[in-house]
């Protein structure tokens, strides 16, 4: 007997039914290579932390090989595993903005919703490349900060006297969950920060190692 959890992308919340709709077409679809850039990253954390189960079936928790799509992945595990590799599904599915579902409960879990904001008032929610670049053009000395939110992480901006910014340069941070994981760097182009703020949205890892970071004490 196996404990089942699937993840996939969604553009926007689901119902419960929904979900379970969702899950009994999965199980029922030819399976496919993953394509959508989220479900990749989730993919692959995943598995360096659990390979397939063709990599070491007597110490995996899989009872069966990974279903994948083009966005989607759908697990089978074992039941003395089910807590422990369900914790960290259910980590994984929320930190790469992606619904997590157990058919066994019925239970989804929805990822927490993308906010873009600025010290002008606009609040823009799940904004797209387009949206950000251009709430990102709007920086001034008066509209001087844009923070872009997921759940408890975020990534934002400054510039000016107001955010520390040397002269000619943007106050970028970002902040991993909680205030020690908080970290800040300097940039001259607002294409970098930019480049920051479209990663995070996507859930693309390589901004991250674009800039020297420091970190930040409170």
Sequence with gaps: MSFDLA???APAA???AEAKDRYTRLTNEDEGAVEHPQVAAFYR???ARHPELVDDPEKSPWTAGLGLS???VVMTIAWSRAEAVARLVFDLARRHGLVAF???KGDVHNPAALALSSCDGARVENPDPAAL???LQRLSARNWHAVLERGDAYVQV???EYAGAPEGHYALEHRDGSPDRHYRTDVPSLDDVATAFIGFATHDPDWRTRFEWRKLDF
């Design 7 to 9: 993840v996939w992308f």
């Design 70 to 72: 083009a966005d989607a």
């Design 14 to 16: 689901v119902s419960a």
């Design 158 to 160: 400054g510039q000016g």
């Design 45 to 47: 954390e995943l598995t």
């Design 133 to 135: 670049r251009a709430a």
């Design 102 to 104: 157990d058919p066994q």
